[in-house]
């Protein structure tokens, strides 16, 4: 029988039936990609250590004008060896080497319109993306859909969040990416709102850790999310809803051939070490402008998290302006409503002020007037060219180092260009861009020299609002080391050392978090500029040495080295600045959790370490370790910080 179906695939009557196949294997051997062509339909499969980690998964896009998913013919593959160096201080590493082998497939339609799939395998790492080649002379094309699978073992778990209805929450503002995470689903589970799940997404199988997610997202593209699962556990890429943005704009993306997509990302590991320091959204991307200037990073202060809008006044921002100069900040950022509370002529004199103190200013602006409804000024200023490089002139005038743009909801074509307009635009008047209400970062740290970083997260200003995102708190933080922030910086705007959330630290939702936990969090939480939720009244009523350790912790790393933890249970990572080592935990688990581990390059050492006593005091202490090997334990809601 077999000799029967060659002789009629050799005469072409049946020409898709044989799956012919290109591999490619990561420089240490241990992972593998394979790709197949069956039935006229191109497949890919991993493997990490000769264990199936994805079992074969679709490829291939459809056009307005052409289906590159089916009817294909394979006309070979190339591989050949990338090795990228970098640097970089807004990332989880300074110094960076990147080594992977490529291989480039070639499929062919029917009609001979050819579409390239271009995976690059780095040790624990895939990167793959699609390249359409021209053909005739049709150009233009619109993206309508991406078969791109991701295709678990049924027996995996995954650990993710639900992608938001669109034109809800506060003023129909979101999707702001501010969804709570499902942790250890079944591998079919549909999402809370039937829409699929946010990236990155985290799943488990029985002998690996997997983390999903894209990079290389620019105005040329949408960002995409991972669908809900079909009956049998794969996951595929989905493209925005068409609500996004008040409905307006298309859910597909408009584009020139030759066109190249952003790469989609497949994380591999047997821990999840390679999970929490992977560089893979930053080693196939690269610069779209040059930097302006050198941008300086560091820490803030910002009042409205604990004083709210009653404090966009000029005598209590001057009040903040002072008490970042105390804690040796760079920044403060003044939030939404300043325009109208203090104005333009008395801002210039406030940031004259905060000049003279050495502190620098950040400010707060509505994204736009055209896609929700959030009345909070300055609004009308960004969205569109002229009126943003009017008010962008203004603020390089005046002095200004950076903006936190909000309200950005959505991942359309539409809206990621309006994201890289005003990236673009600000970094032309030497400014720093910061979103809120936004999507993840997908490699902007290099793309835009000028981005900082987007929130993307339930962050900080939840804990005001809600007594039950303080009861979750040590959970959610415990979550994001492993997931959000594994793929760029998150502006969370935490560490808070009072014990409620009120201006006078009297009344309010209450923390239950111990000092030492919020403080490991400050390390925990990556971003190149932090603006912590500190008030001028823990100067008074927070221990010193709390206070000295956030006079002092860096915001930029030279190395990142996961240690121990379990995603919602509790999490531990070292950081080094310069020879500076710091080294936080925290444990969100019912009981205490002792951790043990080594660390060779701090051997022989003395060390700090601010950790809780079983009765939930924070305290100090001096210790020695001669052999770099460390014996911890975390209590419950507490955290610890280690300094040599």
Wanted: net charge negative.
């Amino acid at each position: 029988m077999k000799y029967f179906l060659l002789l009629i695939c050799l005469m072409g009557i049946f020409p898709f039936a044989v799956a012919q196949e290109a591999t490619v294997n990561s420089p240490d051997d241990a992972l593998k990609l394979e790709v197949y062509l069956e039935s006229g339909e191109p497949t890919y499969s991993v493997f990490y250590n000769n264990e199936v980690v994805l079992e074969k998964s679709r490829l291939g896009l459809k056009t307005n004008i052409s289906n590159y998913s089916a009817g294909l013919s394979f006309e070979g593959s190339k591989t050949n060896a990338i090795e990228k160096n970098y640097e970089s201080k807004k990332l989880k590493k300074s110094e960076n080497n990147y080594k992977a082998q490529e291989l480039t497939t070639t499929f062919t339609t029917q009609k001979g319109q050819k579409m390239d799939v271009i995976f690059r395998v780095s040790n624990n790492d895939i990167a793959f993306r699609y390249h359409l080649q021209k053909y005739s002379d049709t150009i233009a094309h619109v993206v309508t859909k991406e078969f791109t699978g991701f295709n678990f073992p049924n027996t995996a778990k995954s650990f993710l969040t639900p992608q938001s209805k669109s034109m809800v929450g506060f003023q129909r503002t979101k999707p702001s990416y501010e969804e709570g995470y499902y942790l250890d689903q079944d591998i079919t589970k549909t999402s809370a709102n039937n829409l699929g799940y946010t990236f990155p997404g985290l799943f488990k199988t029985e002998g690996h850790w997997v983390l999903i997610s894209e990079t290389g997202v620019d105005g040329t593209y949408l960002g995409a999310h991972l669908s809900d699962p079909d009956e049998e556990g794969e996951y595929a890429i989905a493209f925005p809803d068409s609500t996004e943005n008040n409905s307006f704009g298309s859910s597909g993306a408009a584009i020139s051939l030759p066109f190249s997509t952003p790469w989609r990302t497949i994380t591999i590991g047997e821990s999840l070490k390679p999970i929490v320091e992977t560089t893979i959204p930053f080693d196939v991307v690269e610069p779209l402008y040059e930097a302006s200037q050198d941008y300086k990073f560091g820490r803030g202060v910002w009042s409205w998290i604990m004083w709210q809008d009653a404090s966009m006044n000029y005598d209590d921002q001057v009040t903040y302006i002072d008490f970042a100069a105390e804690m040796g900040y760079e920044y403060i950022l003044i939030d939404a409503l300043w325009d109208q509370n203090i104005g333009y002529d008395r801002m210039e004199e406030l940031i004259d002020y905060a000049n003279s103190k050495n502190v620098d200013v950040f400010l707060w602006y509505n994204s736009n007037g055209v896609a929700n409804d959030a009345p909070m000024t300055p609004r009308n200023k960004m969205h569109r060219a002229i009126n943003r490089k009017q008010e962008m002139q203004w603020l390089q005038e005046g002095g200004v180092k950076g903006l936190k743009v909000d309200f950005m909801g959505g991942d359309k074509q539409e809206t990621i260009q309006l994201y890289e307009d005003i990236m673009s635009d600000a970094n032309d008047y030497g400014l720093m861009m910061i979103f809120h209400g936004a999507t993840i970062p997908r490699g902007w740290e290099v793309m835009y020299p000028n981005f900082i970083s987007t929130e993307a997260v339930l962050a900080s200003e939840n804990l005001m609002f809600s007594q039950y995102a303080n009861d979750q708190e040590a959970r959610s933080a415990a979550i994001h080391p492993f997931i959000r922030n594994t793929v760029g910086s998150m502006d969370f705007g935490g560490t808070v050392l009072n014990e409620r959330y009120n201006r006078t630290n009297d009344g309010g939702n209450f923390r239950r978090t111990s000092d030492a936990f919020q403080l490991a969090t400050a390390v925990l939480f990556q971003t190149p500029v932090q603006f912590f939720a500190l008030t001028p009244n823990n100067l008074e009523d927070a221990p010193d040495f709390t206070i000295d350790f956030m006079k002092n912790v860096p915001t930029t790393w030279d190395e990142t080295i996961f240690i121990d933890g379990f995603p919602g249970e509790y999490s531990v990572i070292a950081r080094r600045h310069g020879d500076q080592w710091y080294i936080a935990g925290i444990n969100a688990s019912k009981e205490a959790k002792k951790v043990s581990f080594s660390l060779p390059e701090l051997k022989g050492n003395t060390f700090s370490i601010i950790n809780n006593s079983k009765k939930g005091k924070t305290e100090k202490k001096e210790i020695k370790r001669k052999n770099g090997r460390f014996e911890v334990t975390i209590q419950s809601q507490g955290g610890f910080v280690i300094t040599n």
